[in-house]
Nanobody, 121 residues
Framework: VQLVESGGGLVQAGGSLRLSCVAS????????MGWYRQAPGKQRELVAS???????NYADSVKGRFTISRDDAKNTVFLQMNSLEPEDTATYYC????????????????WGQGTQVTVST
């Protein structure tokens, strides 16, 4: 699958951005879609995820500010980011995750190329 992110950019603290991730195949083929981020010198971390049944999960640092959603008909996942803080500055990556039982349960990840989000003070 190809995942193409868009919507990143430069925004002032307190502002909003909406990220989009378009997949080249049905996102219903995956157990979950998610957004991760990686800041310079830091590990990649989960921001938010949404399962094929619509169950969402958020990092504590973004709860109440970010909302993940999906449009299965358009093979698209969104991340609405409000009340942005300088600490949210990072490259944001779209992720498609699936699990398969191959002797043992294995996790498979697909990644987009990333989109830069920069929040200024």
């Amino acid at each position: 699958v190809q995942l193409v992110e868009s919507g990143g950019g430069l925004v002032q603290a307190g502002g909003s951005l909406r990220l989009s991730c378009v997949a080249s195949r049905s996102i219903l083929d995956y157990n979950a879609m998610g957004w991760y981020r990686q800041a310079p010198g830091k590990q990649r971390e989960l921001v938010a995820s949404i399962t094929s049944s619509g169950i969402t999960n958020y990092a504590d640092s973004v709860k109440g500010r970010f909302t993940i959603s999906r449009d299965d008909a358009k093979n698209t996942v969104f991340l609405q980011m409000n009340s942005l803080e300088p600490e949210d500055t990072a490259t944001y990556y779209c992720n498609a995750k699936s699990y398969r039982l191959v002797g043992v349960l294995r996790e498979y990840n697909n990644w987009g190329q990333g989109t830069q989000v920069t929040v200024s003070t």
